[in-house]
């Protein structure tokens, strides 16, 4: 019996893959009918980062191989987790899952278990963020309803009920603090409520192709806000296209117009790189609860290149992403 012949594909920077073997029909139904069905189809995915368009593989299979990091892997546009250049780097402790990436490219320097499926907490902000940018402008207000009022853990915490506040302000609380009391009161300014702005993040996430991802609210304090490294770093290519939120995560304060006592409010990031004044740090998202450990992603540029660091459950969230960049810096001078 003749082997199939390999060729190359272009979808993975020239990675060997199969030809599909043409059988006689009714050959090919009778494998189709022993398998269950099963399919994988390749294509060419480009991220929505505005930077590089990267291409992939881009797996559909049955549900039980997912998350597997084998055949039967399911990768979202914009990242390239096979092949290329890669840095060896070993975390002590290891984080629950890991990534480092080229936020340009979407090449995956480095991963540790990158399909693991966790709680992310408030990395959930981050698509959060952008629903709100891609549904208002800078000139939006929000009015601050009771929902909002009605929060647990991070907040900015001087929300004025039944006032209007700026929407880009409330940005700034929910990405540099991480307030949840902001997530609610865009949520509610774009969808009407918290429960249908999670319907509209999940179906933003099916656009997006991000088969890790669940949401189940606008600010990831449940555990059913859930992602994994590859699909957290696709997100994070596409947010940072976007000005607006690239503007507001690589600020360590912001002293705003707000319409409470004195006038101004004044927002302090989280981001542990930033206070680490790790050199060429830009963004981006914190994130704690007690399941979900601390979440991290860190993003950092020098000279022509751009890095992005991905970790879930992480005992040290700003010494290990600066671990993961230093290799990343040192792999891909220039």
């Not at 590089?52 to 399911?74: C, D, F, I, S, W």
């Not at 609210?217 to 690239?246: E, F, K, T, W």
């Not at 542990?272 to 993003?299: D, Q, S, W």
Request: charged share 20%; proline share 7%; glycine share 12%.
């Amino acid at each position: 019996m003749n082997r199939p012949v390999r060729e190359r594909s272009p979808l993975q920077g020239g990675r060997m893959r199969r030809r599909a073997r043409v059988w006689p029909l009714p050959v090919a139904v009778a494998t189709l009918l022993f398998a269950g069905g099963a399919a994988a189809v390749i294509a060419e995915g480009g991220g929505s980062s505005g930077g590089k368009r990267a291409g992939l593989e881009v797996v559909n299979a049955p549900h039980r191989n997912r998350g597997k990091g084998h055949h039967g892997e399911t990768i979202p546009p914009g990242i390239q987790l096979h092949g290329g250049r890669r840095v060896h780097v070993r975390l002590r402790p290891p984080a629950a899952g890991g990534l480092l990436f080229d936020v340009d490219t979407g090449h995956v320097l480095w991963s540790h278990d990158p399909l693991v499926v966790r709680p992310i907490a408030s990395l959930t902000k981050i698509m959060t963020a952008l629903l709100v940018v891609e549904h208002t402008n800078n000139q939006a207000q929000a009015k601050i309803g009771p929902d909002a009022l009605h929060y647990t853990g991070s907040e900015v915490g001087v929300l004025p009920l039944g006032k209007d506040v700026s929407v880009n302000a409330l940005m700034y609380g929910l990405l540099l603090p991480s307030g949840n009391d902001a997530a609610v009161a865009l949520a509610d300014r774009i969808a009407g409520s918290d429960q249908n702005f999670a319907k509209m993040m999940n179906r933003r996430a099916h656009q997006l192709d991000l088969r890790c991802t669940h949401f189940v609210s606008s600010y990831g304090l449940q555990d059913g806000n859930r992602s994994c490294p590859v699909d957290v770093a696709a997100l994070s290519r596409i947010v940072m296209a976007r000005p607006r939120v690239a503007k507001i995560v690589a600020t360590w304060h912001a002293r705003l117009p707000f319409p409470i006592k004195g006038g101004w409010l004044d927002l302090y990031s989280h981001n542990p790189l930033m206070r680490l004044r790790y050199p060429g740090t830009i963004g981006l998202k914190t994130g704690f609860t007690n399941p979900a450990g601390k979440c991290f992603v860190g993003i950092a540029r020098r000279g022509s290149h751009t890095l992005g660091a991905v970790l879930l459950n992480s005992m040290d969230i700003g010494g290990q992403a600066r671990q993961l960049l230093d290799a990343g810096f040192q792999a891909e001078p220039g």
